[in-house]
């Protein structure tokens, strides 16, 4: 495996469901984001981790719950979802942490539908 | 505050045709940087180019060129001779100095579409 790795790229879930979303680089680097891609919305930066530790909590609703056990694995636990929760979300990484210069590696998203 | 703006929601050409999507920023910064992004359908963003705000000069590679005026805080990308696989949606995007955390703000995106 390469790069930025999300799974599962697709997932249906009830509002009631309890699920967790799977992030994994395999590029060594020491910081890891979540965002959210709604339909007709800008990327909505969400959770940022660095060196394990969270350092950015972007008014993300308590329903939303990130974990990162190590600098490689970054996941989200979801709980009691809302329908408008239903979007693309995205796991990114980038080598240094509080430097502005790196660019950030995307992985391809896991399409995420709340009934 | 910081803000991207992509005026083009959507833009749809023919194949060969040449293209500008637009990007403008706000930054209280002097030090910052400009990133452009695509995604194609697969989903995953791919990285394309970062300019830092100290260094304007434009860069061509390839079938793809950059624009990056301070005086009008633009940051256009043009792709020449386009082709059916140029077609994704394209951010732009823009990072501030330093902070805790490596932040990029994007813009809505463009969405592209070139029309065999």
């Known amino acids: 495996e390469t790069g930025v790795t999300q799974t599962p790229r697709h997932l249906v879930m009830g509002m009631t469901n309890k699920k967790s979303l799977k992030c994994e680089q395999h590029l060594g680097h020491n910081a890891m984001y979540w965002y959210k891609q709604s339909a007709k919305k800008p990327l909505e930066l969400m959770f940022v981790?660095?060196?394990?530790?969270?350092?950015e909590n972007n008014s993300v609703p308590s329903r939303f719950s990130p974990e990162c056990p190590n600098s490689s694995h970054l996941f989200l636990h979801l709980h009691t979802l809302q329908p408008e929760d239903s979007a693309l979300y995205l796991c990114?990484?980038?080598?240094?942490?509080?430097?502005?210069?790196?660019?950030?590696?995307f992985g391809p998203g896991t399409r995420l539908t709340v009934l | 505050a910081q803000k991207v703006t992509q005026a083009q929601t959507e833009i749809s050409v023919v194949e060969k045709e040449d293209v500008t999507l637009d990007c403008v920023y706000e930054?209280?910064?002097?030090?910052?940087?400009l990133f452009w992004y695509k995604q194609p359908p697969s989903g995953e963003l791919v990285f394309l180019i970062r300019r830092n705000s100290f260094d304007e000069q434009n860069e061509i590679s390839g079938r793809y060129s950059w624009n990056f005026q301070k005086s009008t805080s633009s940051f256009n990308f043009t792709i020449t001779a386009s082709q059916v696989v140029d077609s994704a949606v394209y951010f732009c995007a823009l990072s501030e100095g330093y902070s805790s955390a490596s932040k990029i703000i994007f813009g809505s995106g463009t969405r592209l579409s070139i029309r065999p």
């Open positions: 930054t209280r910064d002097t030090t910052y940087y």
């Open positions: 981790y660095n060196f394990k530790e969270q350092t």
């Open positions: 990114a990484s980038s080598e240094e942490p509080g430097s502005s210069y790196n660019e950030q590696f």
